[in-house]
């Protein structure tokens, strides 16, 4: 039984005596509680594959900023080690694969993951991670989008364009398919078994969405999405696709009950797209550089824009690493006292 459930309740369309509130990239960043904590380890991944210490930083943030729900301290790039592709966290740079998909023969070598064997560490962290929660806020588990999982692979970092990914979409639809059916098989079995592990919510991170033509993305992204959500319907899904704002008539089509939304879009355009779905999102990362009281009149007006109902208060994105932690305070406590008041 969860002591604080609002997050939950929100996503199911239920009214709520206030907006629930979490940052995407809570965990890790901003708190120099984790900066202590990642500054003893040898690196990123350490810190991801042992479950004590991935529970650790994944709880920081609930008692340090006081959000209503906790996310999974890991990463979307597991999925594809787990399929066969290492990826390595270069400091101050970001992942790197020193292997990347080129051929059909790659594809043929990447296996459907099976989530006990290949990412029991992530399970074994949500489990270790609910029994530290006892029941405080729910547990938000994730997984990135085939789409964005494609792209890192092919492109093997990050980059501006991802233009060695979006070139198989034109050169070689047909392994792009391929490939993206092995990821949505893993995404879904990996997804099922995090729900298992007690995961109460999960949320698909479709970070790169916002660089496909709106065809190519229906084509190569929302379908396999749609997939997703349709496999998992134990509990809430939420799809966040980063720089999508055209695809949101499609979203609402989708099995899922939440669309997260980024600083590009106006909830008051989006509401009437989605039906009865739940809004996440989405006050720009950067306002948070503002003064507390700038923080907190654009909080109130991104909470008049959503309204009271069927809203996840959050950013538009992950929260920025020189965020000063005050802020992020200001916000949450903003979104508390305000959205109880807009009742
Ligand atoms: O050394 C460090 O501390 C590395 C920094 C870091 C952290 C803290 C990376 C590298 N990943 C993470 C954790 C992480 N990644 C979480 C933890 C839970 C949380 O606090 O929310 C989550 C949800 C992610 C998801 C993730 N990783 C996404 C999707 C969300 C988004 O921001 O769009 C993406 C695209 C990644 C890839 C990735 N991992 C790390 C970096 C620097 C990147 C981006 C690389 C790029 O520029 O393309």
Same mark, same amino acid.
């Given at each position: 039984?969860?002591?604080?459930?609002?997050?939950?309740?929100?996503?199911?369309?239920?009214?709520? %005596?206030? !907006?629930?509130?979490?940052?995407?990239?809570?965990?890790?960043?901003?708190?120099?509680?984790?900066?202590?904590?990642?500054?003893?380890?040898?690196?990123? $991944?350490?810190?991801?594959?042992?479950?004590?210490?991935?529970?650790? /930083?994944?709880?920081?943030? /609930?008692?340090?900023?006081?959000?209503?729900?906790?996310?999974?301290?890991?990463?979307?790039? /597991?999925?594809?080690?787990?399929?066969?592709? #290492?990826?390595?966290? *270069?400091?101050?740079?970001?992942?790197?694969?020193?292997?990347?998909? $080129?051929?059909?023969?790659?594809?043929?070598?990447?296996?459907?993951?099976?989530?006990?064997?290949?990412?029991?560490?992530?399970?074994?962290?949500?489990?270790?991670?609910?029994?530290?929660?006892?029941?405080?806020?729910?547990?938000?588990?994730?997984?990135?989008?085939?789409?964005?999982?494609?792209?890192?692979?092919?492109?093997?970092?990050?980059? $501006? !364009?991802?233009?060695?990914?979006?070139?198989?979409?034109?050169?070689?639809?047909?392994?792009?398919?391929?490939?993206?059916?092995?990821?949505?098989?893993?995404?879904?079995?990996?997804?099922?078994?995090?729900?298992?592990?007690?995961?109460?919510? /999960?949320? *698909?991170?479709?970070?790169?969405?916002?660089?496909?033509?709106?065809?190519?993305?229906?084509?190569?992204?929302?379908?396999?999405?749609?997939?997703?959500?349709?496999?998992?319907? %134990?509990?809430?899904?939420? *799809?966040?696709?980063?720089?999508?704002?055209?695809?949101? %008539?499609?979203?609402?089509?989708?099995?899922?009950?939440?669309?997260?939304?980024?600083?590009?879009?106006?909830?008051?355009?989006?509401?009437?797209?989605?039906?009865?779905?739940?809004?996440?999102?989405?006050?720009?990362?950067?306002?948070?550089?503002? #003064?507390?009281?700038?923080?907190?009149?654009?909080?109130?007006?991104?909470?008049?824009?959503?309204?009271?109902?069927?809203?996840?208060?959050?950013?538009?994105?992950?929260?920025?690493?020189?965020?000063?932690?005050?802020?992020? $305070? *200001?916000?949450? %406590?903003?979104?508390?006292?305000?959205?109880?008041?807009?009742?």
């Amino acid at each position: 039984m969860l002591k604080n459930d609002l997050l939950l309740r929100a996503a199911r369309g239920e009214e709520t %005596e206030r !907006t629930p509130v979490w940052l995407m990239r809570q965990a890790g960043r901003i708190l120099p509680e984790y900066r202590a904590l990642r500054g003893r380890l040898s690196g990123f $991944k350490e810190l991801v594959e042992t479950p004590e210490l991935a529970a650790e /930083v994944t709880i920081q943030p /609930v008692d340090a900023l006081d959000v209503d729900a906790a996310i999974i301290f890991s990463d979307i790039l /597991v999925v594809p080690e787990a399929m066969g592709l #290492t990826y390595e966290m *270069v400091e101050a740079r970001g992942p790197l694969f020193p292997e990347t998909i $080129k051929t059909a023969h790659d594809v043929e070598r990447m296996r459907v993951a099976d989530p006990e064997e290949h990412l029991g560490y992530v399970l074994e962290a949500i489990r270790v991670t609910k029994q530290a929660l006892n029941g405080r806020v729910p547990l938000i588990g994730f997984a990135g989008a085939p789409w964005t999982i494609l792209a890192y692979m092919v492109e093997g970092h990050g980059s $501006k !364009t991802f233009s060695k990914a979006r070139r198989l979409l034109y050169a070689e639809p047909a392994l792009a398919h391929q490939l993206l059916r092995k990821i949505t098989d893993t995404t879904i079995a990996y997804l099922r078994a995090q729900v298992e592990a007690g995961a109460n919510i /999960v949320q *698909v991170f479709d970070s790169w969405a916002g660089i496909l033509p709106p065809a190519h993305y229906q084509e190569f992204s929302t379908r396999y999405i749609a997939e997703i959500c349709q496999a998992i319907p %134990e509990v809430p899904v939420t *799809v966040f696709a980063k720089g999508a704002f055209w695809a949101v %008539e499609e979203f609402a089509q989708l099995p899922c009950r939440t669309i997260g939304l980024d600083w590009n879009q106006d909830a008051r355009t989006v509401r009437p797209l989605v039906g009865n779905k739940t809004l996440q999102g989405n006050l720009d990362p950067c306002a948070l550089y503002g #003064t507390p009281e700038q923080v907190r009149t654009a909080t109130k007006q991104m909470l008049d824009q959503f309204g009271p109902h069927r809203h996840i208060a959050n950013l538009g994105h992950g929260v920025y690493p020189d965020t000063n932690p005050d802020n992020v $305070k *200001v916000f949450i %406590e903003t979104v508390k006292e305000y959205s109880a008041r807009q009742r």
